[in-house]
Structures are given as structure tokens and as C-alpha cells.
């Protein structure tokens, strides 16, 4: 670990490159492993992929308590870090791996218990339950290697470093494609496993993935494994972090659920539908990858800031990445209306399908101004230890407005498929107008306590 901190030193743009380039060439290649499980499933049956899409909520639901410690690690060691407390530091990294240890258990115990009542009230029936249930099960055995090694990809973050996992998921994108095909197909000794063979080569990647991301995180010099099993939980560093983590879980959880609730009423359409809306999905996040390097970006340099009191380079950090946000959403745009048609016909042909999905990414790549505004607004409200009205805005945007719209769309006025996505343009935005506002208001809050302090 560097004895001088760059993160609250240097320039704001070289930052946000050095941490969002790599941070977005690791999301691409995480994205693109997806991209290959999609292509090879596609392979199968439409009614395989959608398995698959309803397999992918489910898991989005029970990473997004991870997700919400994986943040609260990084607010509170990039704090500590802008403090210069290095024992602190090593303090928030050893508890908040113990706090992945034990959801990792209890995620696992509930999520065998309940997975096929989920997909069935999801809407899955038939084949597509029988697929998505032999599929998530084993995904399942995946769960305790990707949260540890989130956790460790949490600390590497708050000290500027995203090359470590972006060098790792390079490495799972090119083993994916090679497991792949082996495990569905078969070879030699290796029988043909089908679908369940997609989940067993992703959870085989997921336990080379946590045994590098723990060398990297040893190397950083705050983590001792053998010191790690003989200390004593720090009851004070656990409430700090789950206390920072369950705003920022609760809006993954009820995004997560948020999701399913979509899937429901996309159901309605015919499991076409939901494969499409799988597919475009997929498509959706390739484009957005570039955006979401910006919130790692913006977490680890506005909590390292906080706790060095700069509030000038937090406001500019924020002005930048917006800038830099909106541009790329405007490419996206352009680049969904000349290829996204091509880019779903990589997954399926059928033309209603590939139709239905084409309508679904045009719509949403206008929201990408939204969540563009949404992401760097909630990754500030965390690097600034106050993610708390995160979770109220969730609900607003992921239940309560679509359970009010898309049942007008669908029980009520019995609309195309086409204005659920209109809904949910409606209703994004609404939710990024309130954020963007909301988070200005915060910082000048906090900014205003720390003047008051220093004159006191």
C-alpha cells in the first residue's frame, strides 16, 4: 500500500480514467461471460434462455445484500484511508469479510429453501421451470466464493485499485468460453450436462476468482488470513458497516425485486416476451458498461475525500463524471439504433423476439441519461456515509409506481407490450430528477457541519 494517498491529491480527471477505465474493461468482460452463457444456452432452446433470465433475477436478488456491504467496506476503509488510520483500515477489512462469511450461509440456506416458490410465482411453468430450476440450483454453490471475493474487490477499490479484478475477470471471460461447450457437450471423460453445464463451469470460475482476489487482498498488506481466524468480530465495525450497507441492500434487494415484478407482468406476454426482455437486457448492459466504471470511480474518490474533509474535489468529481456520464449515454443511444438489432440476433432469430427486444432497448437507451444520474448520486451518498434515502427512492421507481403503471398497462387497459417500457421511462426519470437534487442538498449540508465544526 502506497504511504502517500493520490486519491485526495490527484487531478480528478486522470482519477477518474485511472479508476473507471479498468473498473469498466472488467464490467465488459464480466458482462460479455454473461453474453457467452446466453449465446450457448441460446443454443438449446428460447425456452432456455428464458430460464436463464428468470435464474438471473433470483441471483441479482440475493447478491444485492453483498452489493450494499461491498459499498459500506469501501466507504468506510476509502475513509479511513483519507484519515491516514491504517489500523482502522485493517479493522473495516477483516470485519467485513467475516460480514460476507456469514451472509454467504444464511443467503445459501434460504435460497435452496425457496428458489422453485419464487420462480413459480415469478410465472415460470413447464420447461422453463424444469431448466431454471436445474440451472440456479447449482449456481447456487457459487454463492460463498463471490461474495468473499466482492468483499476483497470492495477494499482493493477503496484504494484505487480496479486492475486487480478486472485482470480476474478477463481471465473468467476467456475460461467461461472454454468451459462452456465443454461441460453442456461433453467430452471425453466430462459428461454432456446441458444447461446445468453452463452452472457448473460459472461456479468452477467463481472459486479461481476468490483465490486470486485473496492474494491481491493479502497483498495490500491490511488482511492477514492467519490473524483473520483467530481475532475476535469488532462488534463496533460490524454496526458501522451494516448500518452503511442495508440502505444501499435494501435499493439493490428491492431492485432485485423490482426486476421480478417486471418479469411478472412481462410474462403476461408469452414466454417470448420474457426471453426478449432477457436478451435485451443483456444488450442493454454492454452499452451502459462504460457508465457504470463511473460509480466506481465516484465512491472511491468522493469517500476518500469525505474523510479528508475536501469538498471542493467531491463536487468536481461529481461534475466530471456526470459530463463524461451524458456523453457516453448519447453515444449509446446512437449505437443502439444502428446496431442493437444485429447484437439481439447474436442470441435469437426468432423475429418476434428479436422484435420485441429491439423496442425494449430503444426505449431504454434514452433512460441512460437517468440511470446515468441515478448511479452517480447514489455512489456519492456512499462514499459520504449517507446512502439513506437510497433505499425510498428504490421503492418509489422499482414497486410502487411500476405496480401502479404496468398494472394500468396490463390488468386494466390491456396495452401492448410496448408501454411497459414507456412506464418505466416515466418513472426512471421522475426518480432521477429527485436524486440529483436530493444529493446536492446533502453535500451542502455536510459541507456546511464541517465549517460550523472548524469555527467551533
Known amino acids: 500500500?502506497?504511504?502517500?494517498?493520490?486519491?485526495?491529491?490527484?487531478?480528478?480527471?486522470?482519477?477518474?480514467?485511472?479508476?473507471?477505465?479498468?473498473?469498466?474493461?472488467?464490467?465488459f468482460f464480466n458482462t460479455m461471460y454473461n453474453v457467452v452463457d446466453t449465446f450457448y444456452v441460446g443454443k438449446i432452446s428460447t425456452e432456455a434462455i428464458s430460464a436463464l433470465t428468470y435464474s438471473f433475477m433470483i441471483f441479482f436478488m440475493l447478491l444485492s445484500v453483498s452489493f450494499g456491504l461491498s459499498s459500506a467496506i469501501t466507504a468506510y476503509v476509502g475513509g479511513a484511508l483519507g484519515k491516514h488510520k491504517k489500523n482502522m483500515t485493517r479493522i473495516y477489512t477483516s470485519n467485513g469479510i467475516s460480514l460476507f462469511i456469514i451472509i454467504a450461509f444464511i443467503l445459501s440456506i434460504v435460497s435452496f429453501s425457496l428458489l422453485e416458490f419464487i420462480f413459480v410465482s415469478m410465472g415460470a411453468a413447464d420447461k422453463v421451470l424444469e431448466y431454471a430450476l436445474q440451472y440456479t440450483y447449482i449456481i447456487l454453490l457459487?454463492?460463498?466464493?463471490?461474495?468473499?471475493?466482492?468483499?476483497?474487490?470492495?477494499?482493493?477499490?477503496?484504494?484505487?485499485d480496479t486492475k486487480s479484478y478486472r485482470n480476474i475477470l478477463?481471465?473468467?471471460?476467456?475460461?467461461?468460453?472454454?468451459?462452456?461447450?465443454?461441460?453442456?457437450?461433453?467430452?471425453?471423460?466430462i459428461p454432456a450436462m446441458g444447461i446445468s453445464g453452463v452452472a457448473m463451469a460459472t461456479v468452477l470460475i467463481q472459486y479461481i476468482t476468490l483465490m486470486y482476489m485473496l492474494y491481491k487482498l493479502y497483498a495490500t498488506k491490511l488482511f492477514d488470513i492467519s490473524k483473520f481466524?483467530?481475532?475476535?468480530?469488532n462488534i463496533k465495525a460490524y454496526k458501522h458497516l451494516i448500518r452503511q450497507a442495508i440502505p444501499t441492500s435494501a435499493n439493490m434487494f428491492l431492485g432485485s425485486l423490482g426486476s421480478m415484478i417486471t418479469m411478472y407482468f412481462v410474462s403476461t406476454?408469452?414466454?417470448?416476451?420474457?426471453?426478449?426482455?432477457?436478451i435485451g437486457y443483456r444488450v442493454e448492459q454492454i452499452i451502459l458498461l462504460p457508465m457504470l466504471g463511473l460509480n466506481t470511480a465516484?465512491?472511491?474518490?468522493?469517500?476518500?475525500?469525505?474523510?479528508?474533509?475536501?469538498?471542493?474535489?467531491?463536487?468536481?468529481?461529481?461534475d466530471k463524471a456526470l459530463k463524461y456520464g451524458y456523453i457516453m449515454s448519447t453515444i449509446g443511444v446512437v449505437l443502439i439504433a444502428l446496431f442493437g438489432k444485429y447484437m439481439i440476433m447474436v442470441f435469437d432469430t426468432d423475429t418476434e423476439v428479436v422484435d420485441i427486444a429491439y423496442i425494449y432497448i430503444i426505449f431504454e437507451s434514452f433512460i441512460f441519461f437517468s440511470f446515468i444520474t441515478l448511479f452517480i448520486s447514489s455512489s456519492t451518498l456512499q462514499g459520504i456515509k449517507n446512502p439513506f434515502m437510497i433505499p425510498y427512492i428504490s421503492f418509489y421507481r422499482q414497486i410502487f409506481m411500476p405496480l401502479i403503471f404496468f398494472s394500468l398497462v396490463v390488468k386494466v387497459f390491456d396495452l401492448s407490450i410496448i408501454y411497459?417500457?414507456?412506464?418505466?421511462?416515466?418513472?426512471?426519470?421522475?426518480?432521477?430528477?429527485?436524486?440529483?437534487?436530493?444529493?446536492?442538498?446533502?453535500?451542502?449540508?455536510?459541507?456546511?457541519k464541517h465549517i460550523l465544526k472548524k469555527q467551533g
Open 1 to 27: 500500500m502506497k504511504n502517500t494517498n493520490e486519491l485526495i491529491t490527484k487531478d480528478i480527471k486522470k482519477l477518474i480514467f485511472q479508476i473507471a477505465i479498468p473498473s469498466s474493461i472488467g464490467m
Open 142 to 160: 457459487g454463492i460463498f466464493p463471490m461474495l468473499i471475493g466482492l468483499g476483497s474487490n470492495a477494499v482493493l477499490i477503496a484504494l484505487g
Open 170 to 189: 478477463i481471465i473468467g471471460f476467456i475460461l467461461n468460453i472454454i468451459f462452456d461447450p465443454l461441460f453442456i457437450y461433453g467430452f471425453y471423460f
Open 229 to 233: 481466524f483467530n481475532s475476535i468480530p
Open 269 to 278: 406476454y408469452g414466454f417470448k416476451s420474457v426471453a426478449a426482455f432477457g
Open 298 to 318: 465516484v465512491i472511491s474518490i468522493v469517500s476518500n475525500n469525505f474523510g479528508a474533509k475536501n469538498f471542493d474535489r467531491i463536487d468536481e468529481v461529481i
Open 420 to 448: 411497459l417500457w414507456i412506464s418505466m421511462l416515466i418513472i426512471i426519470t421522475s426518480a432521477a430528477i429527485f436524486i440529483k437534487i436530493y444529493t446536492k442538498k446533502q453535500l451542502e449540508i455536510a459541507r456546511a
